[in-house]
């Protein structure tokens, strides 16, 4: 069993910053790819950035230069520091890690979500 536990959400002014983690526990051989995800009200679940376990990154177009994804491999956590907010940046945000357990399954996991919102 993998836990993954979100914190950090909150409400922020248009501008501001917010910094998101995300720590993963249970029976964890290895964790691979970590990633975060957002949901507005009434739209689909978007990829907002995700990392490899070698730190290599990927990010929507949308948050390019505003958000910085990292890992922390030795705490099994992932941030999100998210920088400039605007109100578009409003959504519930989902941690995901693809994980190895300890009896070497592979499953993909998923946070309970923290929400974000971003007003003046």
């Known amino acids: 069993q993998v836990q993954l536990v979100e914190s950090g959400g909150g409400l922020v002014q248009p501008g501001g910053s917010l910094r998101l983690s995300c720590a993963a526990s249970?029976?964890?051989?290895?964790?691979?790819?970590m990633g975060w995800y957002r949901q507005a009200p009434g739209k689909q679940r978007e990829l907002v950035a995700s990392?490899?376990?070698?730190?290599?990154?990927n990010y929507a177009a949308s948050v390019k230069g505003r958000f910085t994804i990292s890992r922390d491999n030795a705490k099994n956590t992932v941030y999100l520091q998210m920088n400039s907010l605007k109100p578009e940046d409003t959504a519930v945000y989902y941690c995901?890690?693809?994980?190895?357990?300890?009896?070497?399954?592979?499953?993909?996991?998923w946070g309970q979500g923290t929400q974000v919102a971003v007003s003046s």
């Open positions: 249970g029976s964890i051989f290895s964790i691979n790819a």
């Open positions: 995901n890690a693809d994980v190895t357990s300890t009896s070497r399954s592979q499953t993909n996991n």
């Open positions: 990392i490899t376990s070698g730190g290599s990154t």
